[in-house]
């Protein structure tokens, strides 16, 4: 009989001076060959139950492990995460922490280096995973110069590489792209079901992920963790991926795991929603006007002479794959990128010709990777620093803060904070400017539905206030939601511009799931179709 990969036995890690522990009492196994996905609100355990898995938790992190996590045979306890490396590969949330060389080849060999493979192995397993993850193209870049969802699949290209039993994932698609995201996942599930490798990932888009999944771990608010089947946990679990959303609004009695089985469901029970009717969105007053702006590096061209207009009051969505030139645009209106063009804020600023702390009034951008703005030892003093900076009275970020409804511990380090967790204190401290435009890169990254959900709730409140809102986003749940308009890049071109269910529901690589179930009606969410049904 062959034993499971993974073992957990009564674990209970507990960190120093926290009130109860991150886990409490774990007990499950995964099978060989099983892909499990670890699910649970932001900073419920998610991180630290993966920790476990390599040693990280408590060799590393610090705090006490009590119980026993036995991994291809191997307890945690008696193996350090460094012994463990030729049997368990581990990606983090932020792939460039983990990075050691300069270019693509070089990260993807050092960890077989490491494991003392001969060279020859070594360059074929090299070419071997650059094909797999669809790579190739970028195998003497330097990793800093590549985009975030680039870094990501390097970074997972690099564990892969070692070809360990068990693969640990920590958010592997949050900053892909969705064709990038499917290459990604499409190569890890051929991994398990060809290979046999067994693969555990954390990952706040369920929607991407869910119906590969053999099992799903829940981590819930009190640190205990409930394993079993996908269509049972996510009906009854606190967080709630398009199809169990749709499942709970209509009744169902358990969660379709992929758009072609709610699509049958739907069709026979012949359900039909009205098609919903959008107001035009408005095209004044203009509070961003972008005219001929261009952004190059070198003799790459990243924005390609981009002409746009957006009006205040509205939240635009910026889509497009990995390397299309969201990033750069954005931060070219910010004027953190050399550019040429017109950049006007309001119609008559151009943020890039204004000191900083001006700028910042007429343009605020919340970055990709939102520890970049982070560099206080305290959430406390981070958000008396920004009322500093800005001028505003005391106590306004820690205000703006509690808008998010995110409780996040005075003294705690950011360093320390979920990614999710991270990312709302950054959009807190820069929201503190009360800047007229108002632009973030990838903000859903890390957030679990229910922050996605204030977010977006933030957002709408933003723009009815006036603001001038645009959203670089992978995450089409998110954007079909909450953007008024969609614009779609393409090697540093617009090739869409367009009302969101427009562009969206013409689209197979942009669409919401909740979209492909019901089309040609077109419907963007689960809210659209309840009160169509109705």
Known sequence: MIAPAIVLDDVTVTYPDAAAPALSHVSFAIEEGDLCVVVGRTGTGKSTLLGTLNGLVPHFTGGTLAGTVTVAGRTTRASRPRDLADAVGYVGQNPVTGFVTDNVSDEIAYGM???????????????????LLGIAQLRH????????GQQQRVAIAAVLAAQPRVLILDEPTSALDPTAAQDVLGAITTLVHEVGLTVVLAEHRLERVIHAADTIAWVTPGGTVEVGD??????????TPPLADLARALGWPRVHRSVRDARRHVQRLELTPAAPHDPPVPAEPVGLHLGDLSVSYGRTRAVNGVTLDFAAGTVTGLMGRNGAGKSSLL???QGGVPSAGDVLADGTVDPRALPPADARRAVSLVPQTAADLLYLPTVAR?????????????GTAAGMLARLRSALPPDAD??????????????AIQLTASPSVVLLDEPTRGLDYAMK?????????????????VVSTHDVEFAASVADRLVVMADGDVIADGPTREIATSSPVFAPQVTKVFAPTPVLTVAEVA???R
Request: net charge negative.
């Open 113 to 131: 280096e490491q494991l003392g493979l001969a060279p020859a192995a070594m360059r074929k397993r090299v070419e071997e995973t650059l094909d």
């Open 141 to 148: 870049r330097p990793l800093l110069d590549l985009s975030g």
């Open 230 to 239: 996908p269509g049972e946990i996510l009906l009854r679990c606190d967080v």
């Open 331 to 333: 931060w070219a209106v």
């Open 382 to 394: 981070e958000l008396e620093q920004a009322d500093a900076e800005t001028g505003a009275e005391p």
């Open 414 to 427: 950011p360093r320390d904070l979920s990614e999710g967790q991270r990312l709302s204190l950054v959009l």
């Open 453 to 469: 959900a204030r977010l977006r709730g933030i957002l709408r409140t933003l723009a009815a206030e006036g603001r001038t809102i």
């Open 531 to 533: 009160e169509g049904l």
